[in-house]
C-alpha cells in the first residue's frame, strides 16, 4: 500500500452548541418511536442509572448540582497548561501519586503529525528488543487515551484523531489482490517524519500487516463511540455533523447492515478481529463484537443527520437494534435457571416449536461452568452459533453491554453479582481478566493453533489486562455498586506504577507481569487514569454510556435471577 502523504484538514472552528442543541438519547428514543410508528409516550423520565449511582457516591464536591448526569453536555473546566491534569485539579483531595506519573507517562506517549496531536502510541517500552507495532496508535487502544484527555478538558487531540483515522478509512485497501469494503477504519497508523524534507507521513494497516492479516472489525465502532463521546464532552455538534463524519458513520455501518444470508442479527466475524487479535476460538459472534456492535449503532442513530441519505440508514438501525437486543439478551445469557435449562435441553429439535433452537448438545457444556454459575449473578456468554455454546466469560463485551444498556438493568445488576460472587476468578489480584477460564492442553493446541504467547492464564488466554479497568469502572458506576470498582483501583494502584504498567498480567490471580508484556503500555495507563477521573467525578459517565431504551424492553423474563 502507498504510504500517501495525508493534508492536514484537522482544525477549523468549533461551535459551541446550545444545550438544546446536544445530542441526547431522548432524541434517539423519539427517532425510534417516530420510526416505528408508535405514538410517542408522554413518559417522565426516570431517574437514569447514571443518575442514580452518581447520587450514592459518597464523595463530595465533585458532582455538578442539578445536572442530569446523563443528557447533560459535560462542560469542561478551563483548559490549563498542558502539563496540569485539570481532573486532579478539581480533585479537593490529594491526588494520588500514580496521578501525576501517569499524565507525564501518557503525555510522552503522544504522536504528532505536521506539529499537531493525532494519537498515542501502543507502548513506549525502549527496553523492550523487540518494538514489532507498538510504536504505531492502535485505534482501540487510543479510545482510553482519548477518554482521559476528554475528561481532562484537552479536546483537541480528539478531534485531530478522529480526522485522521477518517482520512485512513478512504485509502484503497487490499490484502494482496483482494479489496477491502470502504468503511473499514485502519487498526493502527503511524506517522513517519522526514525531518529532511520536512515531511510527515501516514502508513497505515487495515489488518494486511496484521498477525493473520484479519482486518480491525472493532475500530469502526469504537470510531462511531468515540465520535459520540467527543459531541457529548464538548458540546460541539459540527464535527459529528460535518459531510465527512457523516459519511464515515454511513461506510462504518453499510458494512454490517448490508443483507446476506445471515439468520442471526448478530455479526459474524472471523477469529482475532478485535482485543483479542489472534487466534483464540472467538470466530463466529463473538461477544465484545456484538456489543461494540449495538452500542455503535445507538451512537451512531444519536449522530446521524435526518437527511435522504442518514434517514435510509437510520430506520435500518432501528430495526437491527430491535432484533439485536432480542436475541442477545435471550441467547446469549446464562444464569443459573438459564444453564439448568440447557442442561436438559433436547437435541434434534425441528422447526418453530424447538426449544433448543441452535441444537445446542448439552454434553458439550463444559464442566467448569456447573462450578463456577453461583446462584446469584450472571453474564453474557462468549459465543452463541449452531451446536456451539462458548460459555467463556469475557469482560469487554460484558462492561461494553452494561455501558450501551444492551444487558437491562437486571442483567446489569447479575453481572456485578457476579463479579462479586467469582472476585478472584475474574478479578484477582490485578484487574481484570480478559476472559475466563484460560484454555489449556489440547484444547489449546486445537483452539489458539498451539500459540505460545497464548498459553494457559497468559495474554488473551485467561490474562489480566489493566485497560479493562476503566470499562470496569464505568460499568460499576452506571449500576450503582462503584464500592467494587473502589476494591479493583486499590488493587490497581497497589501493582502498576510499581511494575512500570505493564500491558497484562499472568497466573490464574493475575500476580505475575505477564511474560511477554511490554512496559508504560499506553492504554494501561490511560485506562488507570479514566478509571480515577470517573470515581472522582461520575458526571463523566455521559460520555460513555447510553441508557436503556424502553422500546427494547425484553418480552420476556428467563429466570428469577434477573429480578433480584
Ligand atoms: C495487542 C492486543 C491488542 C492491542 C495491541 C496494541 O495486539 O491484543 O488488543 O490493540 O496489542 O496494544
Redesign the pocket.
Known amino acids: 500500500m502507498d504510504a500517501a502523504v495525508a493534508t492536514a484538514t484537522v482544525g477549523g472552528d468549533m461551535r459551541k452548541a446550545p444545550s438544546h442543541a446536544s445530542i441526547t438519547e431522548q432524541d434517539a428514543f423519539d427517532d425510534l418511536s417516530r420510526l416505528l410508528d408508535k405514538p410517542r409516550l408522554n413518559i417522565e423520565r426516570q431517574r437514569s442509572f447514571d443518575d442514580r449511582s452518581m447520587s450514592e457516591f459518597s464523595i463530595g464536591g465533585n458532582i455538578k448540582a442539578g445536572m442530569d448526569g446523563y443528557d447533560a453536555v459535560y462542560s469542561p473546566g478551563i483548559i490549563s497548561g498542558l502539563d496540569t491534569p485539570l481532573s486532579s485539579a478539581r480533585n479537593s483531595f490529594e491526588p494520588h501519586p500514580m496521578v501525576g506519573e501517569a499524565w507525564e507517562a501518557l503525555r510522552r506517549s503522544l504522536v504528532y503529525f505536521k506539529g499537531q496531536p493525532v494519537g498515542t502510541i501502543?507502548?513506549y517500552d525502549h527496553a523492550s528488543e523487540e518494538v514489532l507495532?507498538?510504536d504505531?496508535v492502535?485505534v482501540?487502544?487510543f479510545v482510553p487515551s482519548a477518554l482521559a484527555f476528554l475528561m481532562n478538558g484537552e479536546h483537541e487531540i480528539v478531534k485531530n484523531f478522529l480526522l485522521r483515522t477518517l482520512l485512513l478509512q478512504g485509502w484503497e485497501k487490499k490484502v494482496d489482490r483482494f479489496k477491502l469494503g470502504e468503511g473499514v477504519m485502519p487498526?493502527?497508523f503511524k506517522v513517519l517524519h522526514d525531518p529532511n524534507r520536512g515531511i510527515d507521513t501516514v502508513v497505515a494497516d487495515f489488518g494486511e500487516s496484521a498477525?493473520g492479516r484479519v482486518a480491525p472489525v472493532d475500530s469502526g465502532f469504537w470510531w462511531i463511540i468515540l465520535l459520540r463521546a467527543y459531541t457529548k464532552s464538548t458540546g460541539d455538534i459540527t464535527l459529528a455533523e460535518s459531510a465527512q463524519c457523516q459519511k464515515g458513520m454511513r461506510l462504518i455501518l453499510s458494512l454490517c447492515l448490508s443483507e446476506g444470508f445471515d439468520t442471526f442479527p448478530t455479526l459474524l466475524c472471523a477469529d482475532g478481529c478485535?482485543?483479542?487479535?489472534?487466534r483464540m476460538g472467538v470466530y463466529g459472534y463473538p461477544i465484545e463484537i456484538q456489543a461494540l456492535f449495538f452500542m455503535a449503532l445507538r451512537c451512531a442513530l444519536s449522530l446521524l443527520k435526518h437527511d435522504a441519505e442518514g434517514k435510509e440508514v437510520i430506520e435500518r438501525i432501528v430495526t437491527r437494534l430491535h432484533a439485536l437486543s432480542y436475541h442477545m439478551r435471550t441467547y446469549f445469557w446464562l444464569d443459573f435457571q438459564q444453564l439448568n435449562d440447557i442442561y436438559r435441553f433436547k437435541t434434534e429439535e425441528y422447526s418453530h416449536t424447538a426449544v433448543n433452537k441452535f441444537n445446542v448438545i448439552p454434553d458439550s457444556i463444559p464442566d467448569w461452568v456447573f462450578d463456577f454459575m453461583p446462584s446469584r449473578g450472571g453474564y453474557f456468554i462468549g459465543n452463541v452459533s449452531p451446536a456451539r455454546m462458548d460459555f467463556r466469560w469475557f469482560a469487554l463485551g460484558n462492561c461494553v453491554a452494561i455501558l450501551c444498556s444492551l444487558a437491562t438493568p437486571e442483567q446489569s445488576t447479575a453481572i456485578m453479582d457476579l463479579l462479586e460472587e467469582r472476585w478472584e476468578e475474574l478479578i484477582g489480584e490485578t484487574p481484570m481478566k480478559i476472559c475466563y477460564p484460560a484454555i489449556e492442553s489440547h484444547e489449546w493446541r486445537i483452539v489458539t493453533g498451539c500459540d505460545p504467547k497464548n498459553t494457559r492464564w497468559s495474554?488473551?488466554n485467561g490474562g489480566s489486562w489493566p485497560v479493562l479497568l476503566w470499562l470496569l469502572t464505568a460499568a460499576c458506576i452506571k449500576v450503582g455498586r462503584p464500592q467494587i470498582a473502589r476494591r479493583a483501583m486499590d488493587l490497581a494502584e497497589s501493582r502498576l506504577l510499581k511494575d512500570g504498567w505493564p500491558?497484562y498480567y499472568d497466573g490464574k490471580l493475575g500476580r505475575y507481569v505477564g511474560k511477554q508484556a511490554?512496559k508504560f503500555?499506553?492504554?494501561s495507563i490511560a485506562g488507570y487514569l479514566v478509571a480515577k477521573m470517573l470515581l472522582e467525578d461520575p458526571s463523566h459517565l455521559g460520555m460513555i454510556s447510553l441508557e436503556e431504551d424502553r422500546l427494547m424492553k425484553p418480552l420476556i423474563k428467563r429466570s428469577s435471577s434477573w429480578t433480584c
Open positions: 501502543a507502548a507495532n507498538y504505531q492502535f482501540r487502544d487498526a493502527s498477525i478485535c482485543m483479542i487479535d489472534r495474554y488473551h500491558e511490554r503500555q499506553t492504554w
